[in-house]
């Protein structure tokens, strides 16, 4: 999705907080943020979603700036397994998952 | 059973053949979709099927065709494929409501010979 940009990789070490930011300008008033997480010859993995309030499961933090313009997935404690490549996606009237570009996490130990 | 089952793993097939993907799901979800991921890049959406209709059709071009037999099944049949839709196809399944996760597959890897 041409909409919603992230960077290309990050790099963070083991058992430090990580901010992985996205940049989704011409959201919808009614499009949900959602995050997936994708290792190598998988599909993807549901990590958190939201639409306008700030968002904590056990996996991670969701938070979502104000105007909805941007947004940042926190994960509190990086871990090894945690290296993948992140997406952020906009989902959209009738069910549709647009992905975006993806940033690629690496972790070092 | 929280998973999206789908057949085959690999699949390598000539311009002329016909084929078919297969995606099975039992959570009771009524959206299911079809993307195509290409090497290090982000999955695009092919199609969505919502209760066993299709609603979205992201213009693929017609040698993909989408078949949703019941609530449970999804299958892609491949007809005079060309190289470049070499990639890995993803299946995915939602409850259909806008405020609900989806569920992925781990995508069949394509080889167009």
């Known amino acids: 999705d041409a909409k919603t940009t992230q960077p290309n990789s990050m790099e963070s070490n083991e058992e430090e907080p990580v901010h992985l930011p996205c940049n989704h300008s011409?959201?919808?008033?009614?499009?949900?943020i959602h995050w997936y997480r994708q290792l190598p010859s998988q599909g993807p993995e549901y990590v958190i979603h939201g639409l306008t309030s700030n968002v904590n499961n056990r996996m991670a933090s969701l938070a979502i700036a104000e105007d909805r313009k941007s947004s940042t997935l926190i994960l509190h404690r990086a871990t090894l397994r945690d290296a993948a490549v992140y997406y952020c996606?906009?989902?959209?009237?009738?069910?549709?998952?647009?992905f975006g570009s993806g940033t690629k996490l690496n972790v070092k130990p | 059973d929280t998973e999206v089952t789908q057949t085959p793993k690999h699949l390598v097939m000539g311009m002329t053949n016909k084929k078919s993907l297969k995606c099975e799901q039992h959570?009771?979800?009524?959206?299911m979709y079809w993307y195509k991921q290409k090497a290090k890049k982000p999955p695009e959406l092919m199609f969505v099927y919502s209760y066993e209709k299709l609603s979205i059709n992201e213009s693929v071009p017609s040698r993909f065709s989408p078949e949703c037999p019941n609530s449970s099944l999804l299958n892609l049949h491949l007809h005079a494929l060309q190289p470049e839709d070499s990639a890995l196809y993803l299946c995915?399944?939602?409850?259909?409501?806008?405020?609900?996760?989806?569920?992925f597959g781990q995508g069949t890897r394509l080889t167009v010979v």
């Open positions: 995915a399944s939602s409850q259909g409501a806008m405020n609900t996760e989806a569920f």
């Open positions: 996606i906009r989902q959209g009237n009738f069910n549709k998952f647009y």
């Open positions: 959570m009771g979800h009524r959206a």
């Open positions: 011409t959201i919808s008033g009614t499009d949900y």
